[in-house]
Structures are given as structure tokens and as C-alpha cells.
């Protein structure tokens, strides 16, 4: 068996299409035009990257971007200011706020800062809450990334038996709600799971979270599970998965490679979850197959 690779790299450009064709009749017959705001503090090289290239897809979708650089040294108070600015400005309908921030600034306090309703990473605590009870929310890229891949693939995803391997708060988590709201059986697995390899080999779906290179071999995947690999780690001169891709491919019916897989829809997701603040900011419809 040779599993079919889920192109990441062509499903985020779908995607991206769809957000500019949505952006360009907000424009058309509403006048509107989605704008998001990233705030960098510092100069983190990969945060750097990471923003120059969220702010020209911004601008490539026709949408506004709008990007706050602060000195590694800026207060919390200051930062918090900014997003207060930002709040109130009505042409800007998503915020986002590059982590990591230096150590001398409360994260959790800034994310909570956001508008809830403009918080484009789903970060806030209420946007938390709202996905962990089944509420309209805005819900984390990625996870929203990973779940419209497994939409794609498998059409219906009820009843199915998917695994989560990792815990946080910016993946585990959420993802688990996400397939949960899906119908699927999920358990969210971890460092402390007894039995990983057994309770993995059950799943139809592996969602690989946990940061650690090529941790899940291929005797852990059940024939024709889908996997999808959220890792991307640093291994000498090479970027590799939280899977290990070839022995995983082998037994897997579908999966994401590692680079070219999750990663660029994350970028996509957030420029889809700008798109949706800026329809719900406004009472309009929301974009069709852009939200969970």
C-alpha cells in the first residue's frame, strides 16, 4: 500500500482563492474590505518571516494588512495600548499578535486583550470556551487547517476513531474539539498515555502534534488510517514531521508530508478566519467551507 499524499500546498492555494473571490465581492457589493493587523514585538528571525509572509498574502487576497513592529523592550502596558487601538479600529476586523512575546510580557493577558471577535488565532478565552461547548467561535488556524484537509479527503467524518497526539492549547486541544463537533470517537494522547503505540494503532485518524522529530513510526498506524503530521522540526540540515514519514506512508491510506503539508494552511486559515470576522463584524453570510 502507497498512501496518497495530501498536497498542503495545493489545498492552502484553493483556498486562498476562495478567500480572495469572497474579499473581492465584500468589496464589490458591500463596500467592505477584511483587514488584519499583526503586532511583532522583537526581532524573533522565524516570527519575522513568518509575518512578512502573512502580510503579503494579506495583500495578495485583497485585503488590508496592516503590521505593528515594537521593540523587543516595549512594556506590556504599551503593547496592551496598541491593541486597544486596534480593537477600536472598524477596518481592522482580525488581530494578531505573534508569539512568542518576550519574557516580561504576560502572553495570556495580551491574547485576552483581543477582542474576542477579532481574535483570528482563537486564542482568547472566550473563543475557548465557545469551540469547547460547540458555540460559533473563531477557531486556531491550524487545527481549522488539519480539519478542512480530513473533510476533503473523507467527505463524512461521523463515527470515525481519531487519536490526538499532544495536549496543548494551540493544537491538541482545540483539534480534539474540532473532530468532537465532527462525531468522531476521539482521545487525546500524550507523554503520560499508556500504551501509546496501542491506543494509536486503533485510529482511523492520527493528528501528530507533540514536537518531537519522527516520534510515531509506522507499525503504530492502523492500514488505511489517515495521518496527518502537525510537526515541523529541525533535524541537521532538514525539516521533518512528528511522523516517520516513509514508514508511515507505507502502511497510511493518506497523509501529509513534511515540509509542504499542514504548514501552509495555517496561513490560509488565518486569512479565511479574517474573511469570517469580517462577514459576522458586519451581519453577513459567512464564507461557505471557510469555517469548522
Not at 170 to 175: A, Q
Amino acid at each position: 500500500m502507497t498512501a496518497t499524499v495530501i498536497d498542503g500546498k495545493a489545498f492552502a492555494a484553493t483556498v486562498r482563492e476562495k478567500v480572495a473571490g469572497h474579499v473581492a465581492r465584500l468589496s464589490e457589493e458591500h463596500g467592505i474590505v477584511p483587514g488584519l493587523a499583526v503586532v511583532l514585538v522583537g526581532e524573533d528571525p522565524a516570527s519575522e518571516v513568518y509575518v512578512r509572509s502573512k502580510g503579503k498574502q494579506t495583500v495578495a487576497a485583497g485585503m488590508k494588512s496592516v503590521e505593528r513592529k515594537l521593540a523587543a523592550d516595549t512594556s506590556e502596558s504599551k503593547l496592551l495600548e496598541v491593541v486597544a487601538e486596534l480593537n477600536a479600529d472598524p477596518t481592522i476586523h482580525g488581530i494578531l499578535v505573534q508569539l512568542p512575546l518576550p519574557p516580561h510580557i504576560d502572553a495570556e493577558a495580551v491574547i485576552n486583550a483581543i477582542d474576542p471577535a477579532k481574535d483570528v488565532d482563537g486564542f482568547h478565552i472566550l473563543n475557548v470556551g465557545r469551540l469547547g461547548t460547540g458555540q460559533k467561535a473563531m477557531v486556531p488556524c491550524t487545527p481549522l487547517g488539519c480539519l478542512m484537509m480530513l473533510r476533503d479527503h473523507h467527505g463524512d467524518l461521523s463515527g470515525l476513531d481519531a487519536v490526538v497526539i499532544g495536549r496543548s492549547n494551540i493544537v491538541g486541544k482545540p483539534m480534539a474539539q474540532l473532530l468532537l463537533g465532527e462525531s468522531c470517537t476521539v482521545t487525546i494522547a500524550h507523554s503520560r498515555t499508556k500504551d501509546l503505540p496501542e491506543v494509536v494503532r486503533r485510529a482511523d485518524i492520527v493528528v501528530a502534534a507533540v514536537g518531537r522529530p519522527e516520534m510515531v513510526p509506522g507499525d503504530w498506524i492502523k492500514p488505511g488510517a489517515t495521518v496527518i503530521d502537525v510537526g515541523i522540526n529541525r533535524v541537521e540540515d532538514r525539516l521533518v514531521g512528528d511522523v516517520d514519514y516513509d514508514s508511515c506512508a507505507a502502511q497510511a491510506g493518506a497523509i501529509t508530508p513534511v515540509p509542504g503539508g499542514v504548514g501552509p494552511m495555517t496561513i490560509a486559515c488565518l486569512l479565511a478566519n479574517t474573511v469570517t470576522a469580517c462577514c459576522r463584524a458586519h451581519g453577513l453570510a459567512e464564507p461557505e467551507g471557510l469555517t469548522a
